[in-house]
């Protein structure tokens, strides 16, 4: 799975977390006597990874490590049975080739939100991945993601843009 997909799927199971918060938060209002509190959640979460992916400029394998903090937010509008959820996730990246010994390092940020009201509901993503091999190549990633549902839940606006520069 490649690294945007990754990301795309991550940014989806964050907007199924965030109607699982919400879900949780529903309790919460019912307790108040539906006198419409907003409630949120911000959690956060600082930890390292170590994965195998494809360099795209290249096609080589590479074994990656990241050392991330990622930082999750959620409110709920109990009044407009309204939800805002996003995620920041800032990752330092260190990468080798196996095959030519070349290592990079670098870093990557995401960032995504999802929104959901009684008119619609919409959903964006972007990264951004810069890396810098020890022979001097570069490898520059960037990706806008969004998505636009209307009340009845048909798809208005949808596009993925991902931009990749070798070098």
Known sequence: MSTASRRRVGLLVSAVASLGLT????????????????????????????????????????????????????TYFPDGDE???TFTEEDK???????????????????????????????TFTGSITLTGSDGTVVKYREVDHFTLAANGQVTVSFEKPSLTCG
């Open 93 to 123: 990246v260190a990468a080798t080739d196996p095959a030519t010994g070349v290592t990079y390092t670098g870093h990557a940020t995401f960032w995504g939100n999802f929104n959901l009201n009684e008119r619609n509901s919409n959903s």
């Open 83 to 85: 939800v805002w959820a």
């Open 23 to 74: 879900s949780a938060a529903v309790p919460a209002y019912a307790a108040t006597g539906g006198t419409g509190h907003t409630v949120t959640s911000t959690d956060n979460f600082h930890g390292t990874l170590s994965f195998q992916d494809f360099n795209p400029c290249t096609g080589d394998l590479l074994n990656i490590n990241t050392t991330s903090n990622v930082v999750d937010h959620i």
